[in-house]
């Protein structure tokens, strides 16, 4: 079956430490984008990428970086600049070309608890 | 920008109906509406494109305005099924959908009671 799946469901780190949450997808899509979702704040756009080694920032990309090696790919780290880490982490794909506008697909998403 | 989603949160009884709106100071290329349950990822419901548009999905449609700055989600004779949260997401019109960015709102909590 075709998805995507994010690893692991829930991650813990200390404070000051850097994290990596990994999102794969194997649905042949070439845009990949990253969303942290807070309570009240609807789901926020970190990073997104469009093509194998090429990505944006989003609207709250300050202390996250990403990579963008493999079409089926799109890691995320989480770096100990981020002031506020704790929250929950989505990873999303979809099509993309102007002629295949459609949906984005969601992983089931990363708890990160920064202690 | 941010659009603005309202109400903020709506209680229902089973078979009720609700409204849910999105709006936009600036014209919009394209909105996406999702359904999110507590603790699963967000689900597609659907896309509107066109001003004036209106789509279904089965008890679930949405409008586009005219003026392409407003989109409205209508649920009819709700289900228990229905309850979560429902997000839109909007492409601006300057964006000529070329950058497959969306903004989403705060989201609207749903809970349909039997």
């Known amino acids: 079956d075709g998805g995507i799946t994010q690893s692991p469901k829930y991650l813990f780190r200390k404070e000051g430490q850097n994290v990596t949450l990994s999102c794969e997808q194997n649905l042949n899509h070439d845009a990949m984008y990253w969303y942290r979702q807070d309570p009240g704040q609807g789901l926020r756009l970190i990073y997104y990428s469009q093509i194998v080694n090429d990505f944006q920032k989003g609207d709250i990309a300050e202390g996250y970086s990403v990579s963008r090696e493999k079409k089926e790919s799109f890691p995320l780290t989480v770096t100990s600049a981020q002031k506020n880490p704790t929250a929950f982490y989505l990873c999303a794909s979809s099509r993309r070309g102007p002629a295949l506008r459609g949906e984005q697909f969601f992983g089931p998403g990363t708890r990160l608890t920064v202690l | ?114």
């Open chain 2, 1 to 114: 920008q941010q659009p603005v989603q309202s109400p903020q949160a709506v209680i229902l009884r089973e078979g009720e109906d609700a409204v849910i709106n999105c709006s936009s100071s600036k014209a919009l290329y394209s909105v996406h509406w999702y359904r999110q349950k507590h603790g699963e990822a967000p689900v597609f419901l659907m896309i509107l494109l066109k001003g004036g548009e209106q789509k279904g999905h089965e008890k679930i449609s949405a409008s586009f305005n005219e003026k392409k700055q407003q989109s409205s989600l209508y649920l009819t004779a709700s289900q228990l099924s229905y309850s979560g949260t429902y997000f839109c997401g909007t492409e601006p019109l300057t964006s000529g959908g070329s950058n497959y960015k969306l903004t989403f709102g705060k989201g609207t909590l749903l809970t349909v009671n039997p």
